[in-house]
């Protein structure tokens, strides 16, 4: 009986490398999925106005949420990939960074938020968007000899 002639796939489906891109693709896709959800709890479902004083009075309407969260979402993306390049302890620096940054950014809407809803309803997009894009980006990260 004749043995059977195997084929090998030069990339086979168990191969191991990961692809940053799309991962990181798809924590900007989640980090707008879940500011927008939880804009629609705040804004439409509870009733809270989501208003504050940035150069005059603003309503802090779904489409500045998510240009929001895409911008900063891209722009950690960006710093992540510079510090790959340049870093090889990219992943750590990057955290604390971004740590900082999310920290930092709360000083907006607890300063500017108008009324206790809106400072309290901000402040949670932007922990929301925090956590997702750092927890999210983080777990990406190549490892120097993952990059090598």
Do not use: Y
Not at 27 to 56: E, M, Y
Not at 89 to 95: I, L, S, V
Not at 116 to 126: D, P, R, T, W
């Amino acid at each position: 009986m004749p043995t059977p002639i195997k084929i090998s796939d030069p990339t086979p489906a168990t191969d191991s490398r990961r692809v940053p891109g799309r991962s990181r693709l798809v924590v900007v896709a989640v980090a707008a999925a879940a500011a927008l959800a939880d804009w629609a709890i705040l804004a439409p479902l509870a009733g809270l106005a989501l208003t504050a004083r940035q150069g005059g009075i603003q309503h802090i309407g779904a489409a500045a949420v998510l240009a929001a969260t895409v911008v900063v979402a891209f722009a950690g993306w960006g710093l992540l990939a510079i510090l790959e390049r340049r870093s090889p302890r990219a992943r750590d620096t990057w955290t604390v960074i971004a740590t900082i940054v999310c920290v930092l950014s709360l000083g907006s809407p607890l300063t500017n938020g108008i009324g206790l809803g809106a400072k309290l309803g901000l402040a949670s997009l932007h922990l929301i968007v925090g956590a997702i894009v750092i927890l999210g980006l983080r777990r990406t990260s190549l490892s120097a000899t993952e990059r090598c």
